[in-house]
């Protein structure tokens, strides 16, 4: 039987001008060419090749003697070539680009992005990629432990959890929603350190730096937001995790050490509802 999308040994039924035909064994009637291009010099009658099977521009089954970047079953990351109204077409390292349906994206794509996908059949027995349904896909094995740093791509977000990452585009891993990841996007390839592991072998990552490198930032961000409310912020650090998250960009426990350096350097002052930026007279005092 031939298998759509991998690799297979198949034997020489016939020579032609242009190719050879393959089949399971040399009396088999139903055969699939290979091009005259890629058939090895010396080939004859008989003879096994290992080759992949997919579908010419004119949804012709075909072989090649070519690596493709991508089998059924597996992940790749790969180029868009370009993006066309009903979908974008991949770079995959055969002659016919490879289809990926815009049904079957996350967010907008553009010349040139990498992204990763699966390969997939679809109802009228094409390959197709797709950008879904990768995370049960990913492994749960990497070598990381808490602390180290790692490099991934941004492959999904999730409302409820956060953005999801394929670390070396293969290992699950994902960025709590408490982190700002806003500025990201789909196919981002993102540093980040290993917060923890999960006892299942995910991984949770932070694009933040140990605390008491990142209080200074936070500090800092702070004093900005604090200027764009016109030096009074309308919340204090008894705000809820969800308003501090939206208008701060961090989380609670962030904040609060934020707030905490601040107030100990006597920028700020903290009423009961605010959190009030002080000027240089009333922090000299």
Partial sequence: MFKLGEKQRLTVAKTVDFGVYLAEDEQDER??????????????????????????????????THEPKLRIGQMAVLKVISVQRIGAFLDWGLEKDLFLPYKEQIGTLY???????????????????????????????????????????VYEFSNNFGA?????D??????????????????????????????????????????HLQMDQDAAAMLVVLQEYGGVLPFNDKASPEIILR???????AFKRAVG??????????????????????EQE
């Fill in 164 to 168: 999801f990452v394929a670390v070396d």
């Fill in 31 to 64: 055969r699939v060419l290979l091009p005259a291009k890629q058939v090895p010099e010396g080939t004859k009658p008989g003879d096994e090749l290992e080759v992949f099977l997919y579908k010419d521009s004119q949804d012709r089954l075909i072989a090649t």
């Fill in 261 to 282: 350096r601040l107030y100990k350097e006597r920028r700020i002052e903290i009423t009961d509802h605010s959190i009030r930026l002080l000027g240089e007279k009333e």
């Fill in 247 to 253: 208008e701060m960009k961090m989380s609670k426990s």
């Fill in 170 to 211: 293969c290992y699950s891993a994902l960025i709590p929603k408490h982190e700002d990841h806003s500025f990201l996007r789909i196919g981002d390839v993102v540093e980040a350190r290993v917060s923890g592991v999960k006892p299942d072998g995910k991984l949770d990552l932070t694009l933040r730096q140990k605390a």
């Fill in 111 to 153: 010349e040139g992005d990498e992204v990763l996908v699966r390969l997939y059949i679809d109802k009228s027995s094409r390959l197709c990629a797709s950008m879904k349904e990768l995370y049960e896909r990913m492994a749960l094995d990497s070598p990381y432990q808490t602390g180290d740093l790692v490099t991934g791509r």
